[in-house]
């Protein structure tokens, strides 16, 4: 499967983005999907996954209550909802599927099979 990801952009701190990744080339709903992020200097880290169906969903600490996970399987589509973001969520935001089993493997980088370019969130203090 292939995946792209947008949405990303430059917002001041306290501001709202919502991310998307677009999916083709299988059944998008034969895979669960997360977004991981990656900032200057430091690991791959895990932001949020949800399940095939997307009914259930999973975040770090450090986003919730801030960021949202949604998919759309008939436009093959996952969103993210960022508010309330802060300087710290600066980082490229790639999007992934794998079609594993969903649980604390979903966490994992090296779960996943398929990886979108990564997009660009830029927070400003």
């Known amino acids: 499967v292939q995946l792209q990801a947008s949405g990303g952009g430059l917002v001041q701190a306290g501001g709202s983005l919502r991310l998307s990744c677009a999916a083709s080339g299988r059944t998008f709903n034969n895979y669960h999907m997360a977004w991981f992020r990656q900032a200057p200097g430091k690991e791959r880290e895990f932001v949020a996954t949800i399940s095939r169906s997307g009914g259930s969903s999973y975040y770090v600490d450090s986003v919730k209550g801030r960021f949202t996970i949604s998919r759309d399987n008939a436009k093959y589509t996952v969103y993210l909802q960022m508010n309330s973001l802060k300087p710290e969520d600066t980082a490229v935001y790639y999007c992934?599927?794998?079609?594993?089993?969903?649980?604390?493997?979903?966490?994992?980088?090296?779960?996943?099979?398929?990886w979108g370019q990564g997009t660009q969130v830029t927070v400003s203090s």
């Open positions: 992934a599927a794998h079609s594993g089993s969903y649980g604390d493997t979903s966490l994992q980088p090296r779960s996943y099979d398929y």
